[in-house]
Each structure stands twice: as C-alpha cells, then as structure tokens.
C-alpha cells in the first residue's frame, strides 16, 4: 500500500516536472517569438527609402512650397541653407522659386521643431507651431532664474502688442520688456518672448540676394489669419514617415524634439507596417510607401549646413557611416557636407572663387568626376555667372 502510494507519488511528481518543462519551453518559445524580427532593413535599404522620401535620390518636379510641405519645413538657422537643400532635391530650381513665395508670405522662418528656425509653409508655421509649443514652455525652464518675478503670461500679451505695432529685433524686443521687469536677465526675457509666441522673422530677411537683420513678429499677424489649434499628433506621425520613414518611434521625437509619440504610433499600428534595423529596433512606415532597392543608384549631392536628413533620426547610421561620425562638425560649426552613393562622404566650402570639396575617404576616379558635375550643377543653380574653379582641398581645419 505504502510502495503502491509512493509509486503514484513519484509518478505524479514525473509528470509535473514534465508540464513545467513543457510550460517553460512554450513561455521560451512565446518569448522568441514576440523578440523575432520581422523583415530586417539594413543600413542601405534605409538608405535608399530615406532619400526617395527627401527627394534626394531624384530631384523632384515639385514646386519650391509643395517641396518644404512634403519635407514638413527646412531646417534654416542661416539664410542660404533652404536654397541650398531645394537645389539639391527639385528639378529646375531657381532662387526665386523660394524667394518669390517667402516674399508673398507663403512660406515663413520660424521656430518650430529643436527650438531651431525652420523653413515653412504659412499653413504648417500655424499648427506645427503649435504642436511643439509644449516643448518650448518646458525649454523656459532653464531660463527660470533669470525670470524670477516675471509673469509669463504678462510678458507674452505685452512682447506680442509690442511685435505686431511694427516688427522688432530681440534686441529692441529685449530692450522693451527690460522696461517691464528691470530686475529679469535680459536674455532671459528675449527667449521667453520666443518660446511663449510664434514668432517669424519677416522679409527681407530670408530672401536670396537680399540682406537684413532679424525683424519679428507674429506668425498670426504676418500671415493675416489665426494660428490653428495644435493638432493631434498621428496626423504628424503620417507626415513624418512620408517625409522620413521608415522610422522608430525614437526618431520621430528626435526629430520633433517632443516626448511620449509611443500612443501615437501605438493607435496607428493597424495602418501601418513594421520592420526592424539590425539592431532590433522596431521601424514604423506607410504600407504604400517607397522602398527602393537597396542597390537602387544614387547620385552625389550637395547639402547645406543643418540639413535635415543629417539631423531627423536618433540612429542616423543610415546617412552616417559611424567611421564618419562627428566628422561633419568642428567645435560649434557645422559643415556643408556632400553624399556619395547616398551616405556622407565630405564637406565644401564656397571660398575666393573656389568650391572646395574635402572627401572624408577615397573615392574612385568616376565618383570624383561625378561629384564634380553635380558641384557644378549646384553652382551654375544658386550662383550662375559668377565664375568657380571646382578642386578637392581642406575645409575642415
């Protein structure tokens, strides 16, 4: 009876262990299965997709404003760099193709996404404004002590009465609020008007050829209509892939300089599809999309300092090869950079008639002739009559 019992027991205990080890196996199985990759997209094939969406792998027969629309605005710190990156990307470029809108006020400079100038179109300056507005409040945060007493909403009511009487400089915008609050850090005062409103530099400040100093005022008051409310985010997330993709929920908020896009792209999963780069990130894109070959040719481009391809993604491998990496800058200055079979390659620099082009590596006897032909069409594109020699030399101290 007793060995009977203790045989049963012992068979009992068997068959647990076996459904333990079953059970683990199929939790292990679960596991792997939810970390599997799906479709691996490698550095080239991101390559490829992302330079079709930035119009970068054929120029484009777009105009200059559907261009910086479908680019979600051009990175635009100095002047000349939209010039520069339209020149790149739309086919037929002239100057005056930007010019001419920026002058009607169809296309604006305005800080929007990193708390940097960009380049947009009236109708996004008024709701992706908005959108990041969250984003520059919490930037006034460092500025906090040197707004000990100042009533920000005060500040920004007053700053945009000043604006809109006529178009100020900070300096004088400084100056004026300085007034209200003696004790502020003046500084501090100017971001804070910068943060609080939608400020845009107005012409002639932004046109080719043209010189003045930065004269502000309001996005509403410029462009003669109210701001939009700020939108919901999935709409931007579309754009975004469109312009950018495919791409991680990380490389959006690098982008945008905002937080927490996960419930976006989260509600938007069932309109979307899924890859992963060979790390195991999850990539989010549009179904229809453009994935080029990852063999697909591209041709040499010259890009201006900022530019937005260089700066959109948290792992910008895609673009920068990691032997590359920092090489494009040199202490606080950013370099004009050049691509070779679409990743970065080197910098130029317009200086005393020449059109110095440094590569970072060798490159062969066809790529070098290549890059000359496109450095020459930049030229004869942004700077016709004016003569250039065209040599391979030093930019980059």
């Known amino acids: 009876m007793t060995a009977k019992a203790t045989k049963t027991k012992t068979t009992a205990s068997v068959k647990s262990a076996k459904t333990a080890k079953v059970a683990r196996t199929a939790k292990v199985a679960t596991t792997a299965k939810a970390v599997t990759p799906g479709p691996v997209l490698d550095p080239r094939a991101l390559n490829r997709a992302t330079l079709h969406r930035q119009l970068l792998l054929n120029r484009s027969p777009l105009s200059a404003c559907a261009a910086i629309e479908h680019l979600l605005g051009l990175q635009a710190q100095n002047v000349k760099p939209p010039y ?122 932004g046109l080719w050829g043209r010189s003045g100093q930065v004269a502000l005022t309001t996005a509403e008051h410029w462009l003669g209509r109210p701001a939009e409310p700020a939108p919901a985010p999935d709409a931007t997330v579309l754009r975004y892939l469109a312009a950018f993709g495919p791409a991680s929920v990380k490389d959006m908020q690098t982008w945008a300089g905002l937080t927490r896009l996960r419930e976006a792209f989260e509600r938007l999963r069932p309109q979307l599809v899924t890859f992963y780069d060979p790390n195991g990130v999850e990539l989010f894109d549009l179904p229809d999309a453009p994935r080029p070959d990852a063999d697909t040719p591209a041709p040499p481009r010259f890009l201006p300092e900022f530019d937005n391809l260089l700066l959109s993604h948290a792992d910008r491998t895609r673009v920068v090869p990691p032997e590359y990496w920092g090489r494009a800058w040199w202490g606080n200055v950013a370099h004009r950079t050049f691509l070779v079979d679409g990743f970065l390659a080197g910098v130029w620099k317009l200086d005393d008639g020449h059109l110095v082009i440094e590569p970072f590596g060798k490159l062969t006897k066809d790529q070098r002739d290549d890059v000359v032909a496109e450095g020459a069409l930049m030229l004869d594109t942004l700077h016709k009559g004016t003569s250039y020699d065209i040599r391979f030399g030093t930019v980059v101290p």
């Open 84 to 205: 520069y990156a339209l020149a790149a990307r739309l086919d037929g470029f002239t100057p005056e193709a930007l010019s001419g809108p920026m002058a009607e006020r169809e296309v604006v400079r305005i800080v929007t996404m990193r708390s940097t100038i960009h380049t947009h179109t009236a109708a996004d300056a008024l709701t992706l404004r908005p959108l990041v507005q969250a984003a520059r409040d919490r930037e006034l945060g460092a500025f906090r002590k040197g707004l000990v007493g100042v009533d920000l909403d005060r500040l920004a009511g007053l700053a945009r009465e000043l604006v809109e009487a006529e178009p100020r400089t900070m300096k004088e915008l400084r100056e004026a609020l300085l007034v209200e609050w003696p004790d502020a850090d003046p500084q501090a005062l100017g971001i804070a008007a910068r943060c609080k409103l939608p400020l845009v530099q107005v012409t002639p400040r």
